[in-house]
């Protein structure tokens, strides 16, 4: 019955499998692990051992982890930061609350950074450099490494999306001078909100340090807010998502009361910072990151394979479609004229929820771009292709019959 009411969706808790759920309930009954523990310092070894970088130091998100990076780089006040347009808000405000200037680059159609539009846009102000391997997919390393050494900039990868991609066989985040990633909701793993800053660099790791030392924890309440998240969800709201919409209605109210949390907090819309960044990661949270992080290597084999269907089933429509090369596939990301349409006909119609990332240049569409220094028709691209794209899920719970339903609904837009 709740097969019914449930949908396919791309986000409301992805990557949340039955372990997953079980350790969030036996979480929520021991507050005594929630702020402190060992799985903190676990999670940042095992981090640092995949990736074979000398230092992981984790946080509360991806947003306190390069607020974090930021900081302990000590350039100046007002400097610019060179980054990506077609993004999310959660990109551009620590580096906002930092002090410093996002200055917007244009993106190519493959949604990453367009090198001859940073060749264009660079300002004698630029000390940072921020790259994003969008969707998974990386970024021309080669050309961004010897333009920031060409220009004196500092590179910090943005892999909130590549967890596991490669670029020429070295994983993403491991080929600038610091990254950060994100394991909050909708990401390649997740454990509703937290983040990690890694780097090779030893006195940027002493800053680092320094500065997560200096941190607070996050309150128990917050703490509790994040392991209702993936409880409450799967055992409640989506199984009743479409019956009268009542899975919808007490998902809003939740959060309206404050007992689930949002993705984005209503002041990031206006570039201010919500109390609870930046913070440090509490126990709790890592012990659900170090759950998920376990399951890294199927997590995204899966993604290959439901992408491969994507590609293979969607290669002669009317849709285009994204590169497969390296790609980890957060979300497969496709474009059509009609692609707002069509994510609002799936949903009313077919009970299926396909992503809109991203339907402005920083999202989410009701961010004050002003506010986030961002001016209307800088990237011409990027807002091109706001318009355009609509993402399907690729994460764990998606079968391949999903996958055909999805399919077969998209086959019927010329
Ligand atoms: C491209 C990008 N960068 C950075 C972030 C920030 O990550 P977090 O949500 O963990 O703060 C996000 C996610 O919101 C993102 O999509």
């Given at each position: 019955m709740s097969q019914y009411f449930k949908p396919i969706s791309i986000s409301l808790s992805p990557n949340v499998e039955k372990d997953d759920l079980k350790l969030a309930l036996k979480l929520i009954f021991s507050p005594w692990r929630w702020i402190k523990g060992r799985a903190v310092s676990q999670l940042e070894e095992e981090f640092r051992k995949y990736l074979g970088v000398k230092y992981a130091f984790s946080f509360n998100s991806g947003r306190s982890a390069l607020y974090a990076i930021l900081k302990s780089l000590n350039i100046g006040d007002k400097s610019d930061v060179l980054l990506q347009a077609f993004t999310c808000n959660a990109a551009v405000n620590p580096v906002l609350w930092a002090g410093l200037n996002p200055v917007y680059i244009d993106c190519e159609n493959n949604y990453n950074l367009d090198i001859d539009d940073l060749k264009r846009k660079i300002t004698k102000n630029a000390k940072i450099l921020m790259v994003q391997h969008t969707f998974g997919c990386p970024a021309q390393m080669d050309e961004i490494l010897k333009f920031s050494r060409d220009n004196n900039l500092i590179l910090i990868e943005d892999c909130a999306h590549s967890l596991g991609a490669q670029y020429n066989g070295k994983k993403t985040g491991t080929l600038s001078k610091a990254a950060f990633f994100s394991f909050s909701?909708?990401?390649i793993i997740s454990s509703v909100y937290g983040g990690m800053a890694v780097t090779n660099d030893d006195e940027l790791a002493k800053n680092l340090h320094s500065i997560q030392k200096e941190f607070k924890h996050p309150s128990y309440l917050w703490t509790l807010q994040q392991l209702l998240h993936p409880v409450l969800l799967n055992y409640i709201i989506l199984p009743i998502y479409n019956f009268i919409d009542l899975?919808?209605?007490?998902l809003v109210l939740s959060q309206y009361l404050g007992i689930l949390s949002k993705a984005v907090h209503k002041k990031e819309k206006k570039g201010e910072r919500p109390f609870y960044f930046p913070k440090k990661m509490p126990n709790a949270l890592a012990l659900l990151?170090?759950?998920q992080f376990k399951?890294?290597?199927?997590?995204?084999?899966h993604r290959r394979i439901i992408s491969?269907?994507?590609?293979?089933?969607?290669?002669?429509?009317?849709?285009?479609?994204?590169?497969?090369e390296n790609n980890v596939f957060l979300r497969f990301s496709i474009r059509h004229n009609l692609a707002h349409q069509i994510i609002s006909y799936a949903w009313k119609k077919e009970n299926i929820l396909i992503g809109d990332w991203y339907t402005t240049p920083i999202a989410p569409d009701d961010t004050n771009l002003r506010k986030m220094g961002y001016i209307s028709g800088t990237c011409p691209n990027a807002e091109k292709l706001s318009k355009t794209t609509l993402n399907l899920p690729t994460h764990i719970n998606i079968s391949l019959?999903?996958?055909?339903?999805i399919v077969d609904f998209l086959l019927t837009w010329k």
């Amino acid at each position: 019955m709740s097969q019914y009411f449930k949908p396919i969706s791309i986000s409301l808790s992805p990557n949340v499998e039955k372990d997953d759920l079980k350790l969030a309930l036996k979480l929520i009954f021991s507050p005594w692990r929630w702020i402190k523990g060992r799985a903190v310092s676990q999670l940042e070894e095992e981090f640092r051992k995949y990736l074979g970088v000398k230092y992981a130091f984790s946080f509360n998100s991806g947003r306190s982890a390069l607020y974090a990076i930021l900081k302990s780089l000590n350039i100046g006040d007002k400097s610019d930061v060179l980054l990506q347009a077609f993004t999310c808000n959660a990109a551009v405000n620590p580096v906002l609350w930092a002090g410093l200037n996002p200055v917007y680059i244009d993106c190519e159609n493959n949604y990453n950074l367009d090198i001859d539009d940073l060749k264009r846009k660079i300002t004698k102000n630029a000390k940072i450099l921020m790259v994003q391997h969008t969707f998974g997919c990386p970024a021309q390393m080669d050309e961004i490494l010897k333009f920031s050494r060409d220009n004196n900039l500092i590179l910090i990868e943005d892999c909130a999306h590549s967890l596991g991609a490669q670029y020429n066989g070295k994983k993403t985040g491991t080929l600038s001078k610091a990254a950060f990633f994100s394991f909050s909701r909708d990401k390649i793993i997740s454990s509703v909100y937290g983040g990690m800053a890694v780097t090779n660099d030893d006195e940027l790791a002493k800053n680092l340090h320094s500065i997560q030392k200096e941190f607070k924890h996050p309150s128990y309440l917050w703490t509790l807010q994040q392991l209702l998240h993936p409880v409450l969800l799967n055992y409640i709201i989506l199984p009743i998502y479409n019956f009268i919409d009542l899975g919808k209605i007490f998902l809003v109210l939740s959060q309206y009361l404050g007992i689930l949390s949002k993705a984005v907090h209503k002041k990031e819309k206006k570039g201010e910072r919500p109390f609870y960044f930046p913070k440090k990661m509490p126990n709790a949270l890592a012990l659900l990151a170090l759950n998920q992080f376990k399951k890294l290597e199927r997590f995204n084999e899966h993604r290959r394979i439901i992408s491969d269907f994507y590609l293979k089933r969607l290669q002669d429509s009317s849709f285009i479609l994204p590169e497969k090369e390296n790609n980890v596939f957060l979300r497969f990301s496709i474009r059509h004229n009609l692609a707002h349409q069509i994510i609002s006909y799936a949903w009313k119609k077919e009970n299926i929820l396909i992503g809109d990332w991203y339907t402005t240049p920083i999202a989410p569409d009701d961010t004050n771009l002003r506010k986030m220094g961002y001016i209307s028709g800088t990237c011409p691209n990027a807002e091109k292709l706001s318009k355009t794209t609509l993402n399907l899920p690729t994460h764990i719970n998606i079968s391949l019959k999903d996958a055909e339903r999805i399919v077969d609904f998209l086959l019927t837009w010329k």
